[in-house]
């Protein structure tokens, strides 16, 4: 596939991104459809939080133009591939409009998109501290 066309899963809410998914309950619920933005829902996303703790959005693979990048693949789905034995996944896949130009599934195929409800592009600190509180209470019930 031609590189230009291929799409980041996990991009920002900017000009020329595409909305691909909805936080619920910890996760990402992908869209059937990813779904235009306008500069109107970017303004509305960010006012009170940053878009990205709420929603993932799919913008073209900028390879080497990316922290993510290790130089020949996404760092990203790379890091949760090691995960996948520790989650709850479906043997079905979700339906996604984005997957036949996503690097996460052109790169390790079905698994991505196992995976793929699992990567919240940004958490917030607060989170980060529950998470990490909980983590302790569980070594320190132990």
């Known amino acids: 596939m031609e590189t230009e066309k291929i799409m980041c899963p996990s991009s920002r809410c900017k000009p ?10 910890g996760m990402i619920s992908i869209l ?25 959005f799919a913008n073209k693979c900028v390879e ?14 790379e890091k949760m591939m090691g995960f996948i034995d520790t989650v709850t996944t479906s043997a079905d896949l979700p339906a996604c409009s984005l997957r036949p130009q996503c690097r996460w599934f052109l790169q390790v195929g079905p698994d991505a998109c196992k995976m793929c409800p ?3 592009t ?15 209470q569980e070594v ?3």
């Open 140 to 142: 320190a019930g132990r």
């Open 16 to 25: 020329g991104s595409k909305l691909l998914g909805i936080r619920q309950e």
């Open 118 to 120: 699992y990567v919240i």
């Open 64 to 77: 080497g133009g990316c922290k993510q990048w290790t130089g020949s693949s996404c760092g990203v789905i």
């Open 32 to 56: 059937p459809q990813a779904l235009e933005i306008d500069k109107n829902f970017i303004a509305r996303a960010n006012e009170d939080t940053n878009a990205e703790q709420r929603f993932r």
């Open 122 to 136: 940004e958490i917030s600190q607060e989170e980060i501290d529950i998470y990490f509180s909980k983590q302790l």
